[in-house]
């Protein structure tokens, strides 16, 4: 294992080590179809069984409509419009919603039906618990992450495998709090009354600030980052390195100008995010500072 490792491409490190982890454009095509193929057959040739004609329909028809939206997947029309549209789709639904939430309005239920108690759940109570609910959670999920999973992983985990679990919690972190920081801002401006009041206007600047980064974070910067984190793992794991706990040792990689410059890039990146996320956590804090008050 080790002379694997400690081989040296004839080209120097300008060779770029990662190719090997390359799959041909041809293979994955193989591959591809040799998996259709596969799913073909296991179709036709399962015989229905007596009395299980409808589950044996019902499974044939899952198993084509799961051939065609993998063929629809692969699609240059989907890859374009789905994952390259539905970014940008995202963000302008979300700048309407800061839009809408900074008009002034009074939006307080006050009619007599919500005071009465006749033993269901109030719509005004209902929202209070969602709001509060909402809030909890999501200021909650940014202490754990930040400073318990964070700090305890980084320092007791090897560096490869922290990166693997981050690639599982970023996108799910970012995402979870997007949706938490959208629900506490449509529902505290569902309580809120006299909008131009200064402090209520100062809370929901804070709350619009919150839920933008977080989800500007997760539509545009977290795709980025785990792509580079993948490249790293893969050049780092090629020249035997990324085993070390708590710290990070570049070994002969620092005189590879390619590897160097998605590391700048990624450091860069993660450096952003990290801020961004430091930034909602004081959001939070300031709006706990204003449902204490």
Not at 57 to 79: D, E, G
Not at 238 to 261: D, F, I, Q, W
């Amino acid at each position: 294992m080790s002379e694997t490792v400690n081989q040296t491409p004839k080209r120097g490190y300008g060779g770029h080590p990662h190719h090997l982890f390359k799959l041909p454009e041809a293979d994955v095509t193989t591959c591809e179809s040799m998996y259709e193929e596969g799913l073909q057959t296991s179709t036709t040739v399962a015989e229905p069984l007596a009395g299980n004609e409808l589950t044996t329909v019902t499974r044939n028809i899952a198993n084509k409509c799961a051939t065609i939206f993998r063929r629809l997947q692969r699609s240059l029309a989907y890859k374009k419009w789905f994952f390259e549209h539905s970014t940008h789709i995202i963000m302008a639904l979300a700048i309407v919603l800061v839009t809408t939430s900074l008009i002034p309005g009074d939006l307080r239920e006050t009619s007599n039906a919500n005071n009465r108690n006749d033993g269901k759940v109030k719509p005004q109570t209902l929202v209070y618990f969602v709001y509060l609910a909402s809030f909890s959670i999501h200021l909650g999920s940014q202490f754990w992450m930040t400073i318990v999973s964070g700090l305890s992983l980084y320092f007791n985990l090897s560096r490869h495998a922290f990166g693997d679990v981050q690639k599982i919690l970023f996108p799910k972190y970012f995402s979870i709090n997007s949706v938490l920081s959208a629900i506490t801002l449509v529902q505290f401006r569902k309580i809120t009354a006299d909008v131009w009041q200064l402090h209520t206007y100062l809370q929901l600047i804070t709350l619009n600030l919150c839920f933008l980064l977080e989800l500007t974070i997760w539509l545009y910067m977290v795709p980025t980052v785990l792509r580079l984190i993948a490249a790293k793992t893969a050049i780092e794991k090629s020249a035997g390195l990324g085993k070390e706990v708590g710290r990070c040792n570049l070994g002969r990689l620092v005189k590879c100008p390619h590897y160097m410059t998605i590391h700048r890039i990624f450091r860069k990146m993660h450096m952003v995010m990290a801020m961004g996320n430091v930034i909602t956590i004081m959001c939070s804090i300031y709006h706990l500072t204003y449902i204490a008050a």
